[in-house]
């Protein structure tokens, strides 16, 4: 289907609901009215306003929980298709070297961004763009955080995202690879958006042998051992669980099974990945939660939710499961380690504790994205992003 009969379907609600369930706020139907009228260049003007990556978000955003979720044509029946508009008008832009708006003005002010993952790169654009002079600092070689090193290919195709870091770059940003911790008192403002990369442990008997791994570590250096008629069971819900699924059994896994604790209904991983996962031919097993792994396999129990969502076992329900590898994908936490280098405040949840204005315990140093506690989705780490550059800018200035 043609990007304008996407459109049309659109109603153009004057409440916008759609812009509300966007965690950018995106001001989706005056972008829809303009590609209605194949006004394309407009559409990516709108569209850049309030994000760098629609042909990211286009595709990976959980949709179905954020902007088309709250789409009034979705009440009675499908809700307007806007991943992939958005997607279409950040290809668009892509393909035409149409380049973000930038402020012709020279800016005195310098800023040090350390990680490049969505908040970071977001960031940088909404500064550079404000004519402040910008350098990342990324550990790894290549920019891009989790959408170069955590979302499988199949997902997200790399030349994209690096498109899209180029069009940032090209905003004047200067980066620094294989560095994270620059001199940072030769800079006006710091902003840390180094992400939640520490795995989460099971806290289970068995998880440290040798035949079990961390999803996002096998997802981020890839150096998986080999599946070939093998059964493999990851444990989580997530998408980083559907993700490292799908790759798995792309790597000729004779069998690969999902183990949730809860019910389907509740699994946080996005709808159309739990779909394309079964079509895939990746097993679910729901409302299972492992004991203990020992001699490749896992003791689990079954469990139940009562009305309130608490979670409960359910007595002499205990089984085993047996696999050759086990994969753990129950989610990740921030390297203390490094948040200790700056000696900075950590909130009751272990986040990185900020004001309202994304300000850390030390004057100048500013936090974003998971390293805060925002929500684990691409779009809320772009809006953090967002939001600490516009609140750096009114620091600067003030």
Do not use: W
């Not at 009440?75 to 958005?86: L, N, P, T």
């Not at 805060?372 to 516009?390: L, M, N, P, Q, Y």
């Amino acid at each position: 289907m043609k990007v304008k009969e996407l459109a049309s379907y659109c109603l153009n609600c004057k409440t916008k609901p759609c812009a509300k369930g966007c965690p950018l706020e995106n001001n989706i139907p005056d972008v829809i009215n303009f590609v209605k009228q194949g006004k394309y260049v407009e559409a990516y003007n709108e569209l850049s306003k309030t994000t760098i990556m629609p042909s990211i978000c286009g595709r990976i955003c959980p949709h179905s929980k954020q902007c088309e979720g709250k789409c009034v044509r979705g009440i009675k029946g499908e809700s307007v298709q806007i991943g992939k508009i958005d997607s279409y008008i950040g290809d668009f832009a892509l393909e035409n070297n149409i380049k973000y708006e930038k402020k012709d003005t020279y800016n005195k002010y310098s800023v040090a961004i350390i990680g490049s993952g969505p908040s970071g790169l977001t960031a940088a654009a909404f500064l550079a763009r404000e004519g402040i002079n910008v350098t990342i600092y990324e550990k790894e070689s290549h920019l891009g955080g989790l959408l170069v090193h955590g979302i499988p290919e199949f997902r997200l195709d790399k030349d994209i995202v690096r498109n899209v870091i180029q069009n940032i770059l090209d905003l004047g940003v200067k980066i620094e690879n294989k560095s994270i911790v620059p001199n940072i008192n030769q800079y006006d403002a710091v902003l840390l958006s180094t992400g939640a990369n520490e795995p989460i442990k099971l806290n289970i008997e068995g998880e440290d042998l040798e035949y079990v791994y961390q999803a996002n570590t096998l997802l981020q250096e890839g150096n998986h051992p080999k599946y070939d008629d093998k059964t493999v069971v990851i444990i989580g819900g997530g998408n980083v669980a559907m993700d490292a699924a799908r790759t798995i059994k792309r790597l000729n896994a004779k069998e690969v099974i999902i183990l949730y604790r809860r019910s389907e209904n509740e699994m946080p991983a996005e709808k159309n990945e739990i779909i394309e996962a079964k079509n895939e031919g990746i097993k679910f097993i729901f409302n299972t939660k492992p004991l203990k792994i020992y001699n490749n396999n896992i003791e689990c129990i079954r469990t139940e939710s009562d009305e309130n969502r608490n979670l409960k076992d359910i007595l002499n329900s205990n089984y085993s499961i047996n696999a050759d590898y086990i994969v753990s994908a129950i989610g990740s936490k921030i390297d203390k380690k490094f948040i200790n280098e700056f000696d900075l405040e950590l909130n009751e949840k272990g986040y990185v504790k900020v004001d309202e204005n994304n300000m850390t315990s030390k004057n100048g140093i500013f936090a974003c994205g998971d390293l805060i506690g925002t929500k684990a989705t691409v779009a809320f780490a772009c809006r953090s992003g967002r939001d600490s550059a516009e609140n750096i800018v009114r620091f600067l200035n003030n």
